[in-house]
């Protein structure tokens, strides 16, 4: 039997590309980030996989290489907001500079191949630059795919989600990837209905560890998606409703499925489409800005934390923060699970082996 393929997990953030990475059969040597709030749960989600709190301008490969031995990938998602086109895009945002270090940290490392995720922006021309510094550390050794757009909802998921990803194949040890083989695994798009209507009427159990716990007791089975993400106790954390004035609920019920509240610009979500892009907002540290929460489809509240992970693509095992807040930034600034698993499905196949799982049917 083959050893697991090691992988290594830059900017893990939560870890919803880590989870994909587990789902297709690699295993996370180690995961590296620096922000202690947005990796909070990390280590209750993956308590095998080694996280370190490093900033990755700091980072070395040769460091990583001894503490973990063999690195057969190396994946992330380096910070996108400097990319953003609804961002300010300034040429002197340091968080633009951490993508080259992305690809100085693969060029010291030297694994099989790589994947990087980010922004749509990431194609502007005022991208251009700083991802070409990049690249060009890592031209010399690698066939390089992309930037290519992929959408989560395209691979299954209940949010439309797009994203571009670059990956990069050492010839010498990875068979060749093509955008081909991302066209030939598309799957139909879930349903915010399939997602989470079987959490509609579920009960509260009690707070424990700050965090809130539910149970499901709709009968009858679920809809294939939501049977995969469900825990076999169907307990399940994050759902307390956010509490609206009277008058915001007035204002909320006369948003139609499909609509756009005019104040505050929350979407509500239709029963038989896909939630839009779930985004992250900032932190402490960027002004503590929350993020445009959509609308539940018939109920007058936003989303809860597990709804929006349900549409993300989260297991209910999965844990995020005590806080609403912070929760919905680690979802926010997440991979879509589904999303990751399909790439590295592929990044499996490409190396050799068999993909494990769900992907794999």
Not at 155 to 171: Q, V
Request: with cysteine; charged share 25%; aromatic share 8%.
């Amino acid at each position: 039997m083959k050893a697991a393929l090691n992988v290594l997990d830059l900017f893990s953030g939560c870890g919803g590309f880590s989870l994909g990475a587990h789902q297709a059969g690699f295993n996370v040597a180690m995961a590296v980030d620096v922000d202690p709030i947005l990796t909070s749960s990390f280590r209750t989600n993956f308590p095998r996989t080694p996280l370190v709190l490093h900033d990755i301008a700091q980072l070395s490969g040769r460091d990583v290489l001894n503490e973990v031995g063999r690195i057969d990938g190396v994946f992330g998602g380096p910070p996108c907001q400097a990319f953003s086109a609804i961002g300010h895009k300034r040429a002197d945002d340091p968080r633009r500079e951490l993508l080259v270090h992305f690809f100085r940290v693969v060029s010291e490392i030297r694994p099989a191949f790589f994947v990087a995720e980010n922004v749509q922006g990431l194609q502007l021309e005022s991208a251009q630059k700083t991802l070409n510094m990049g690249l060009d550390y890592v031209r010399r050794h690698y066939r390089i795919l992309g930037p290519i757009l992929l959408n989560a909802a395209d691979y299954g998921a209940a949010t439309k989600r797009p994203r571009l990803f670059i990956i990069g194949i050492d010839p010498d040890r990875c068979d060749a990837v093509s955008s081909e083989q991302f066209e030939l695994v598309k799957r139909t798009p879930a349903t915010v209905r399939q997602a989470i209507g079987d959490l509609e009427n579920a009960s509260f159990v009690e707070n424990s560890g700050g965090f809130d716990y539910w149970r499901i007791n709709r009968p009858g089975r679920p809809a294939r998606y939501a049977e995969g993400l469900r825990a076999p106790t169907r307990e399940f954390t994050g759902h307390m409703h956010t509490t609206h004035t009277k008058e915001v609920r007035r204002r909320f019920s006369k948003v139609k499925q499909g609509e756009i509240d005019r104040v505050g610009r929350h979407p509500r979500l239709s029963w038989e489409g896909q939630c839009p892009t779930l985004r992250a907002g900032t932190g402490n540290d960027r002004g503590s800005y929350q993020a445009v929460r959509p609308l539940h489809p018939t109920e007058h509240r936003v989303i809860t934390v597990r709804e929006a992970a349900r549409l993300q693509g989260f297991p209910d095992t999965f844990k995020f923060h005590p806080t609403t807040w912070h929760s919905f930034r680690m979802i926010g600034n997440s991979v879509s699970p589904i999303m990751a698993r399909s790439i590295f499905d592929a990044m499996a196949s490409a190396m050799g082996r068999v993909p494990t799982g769900l992907a794999a049917e």
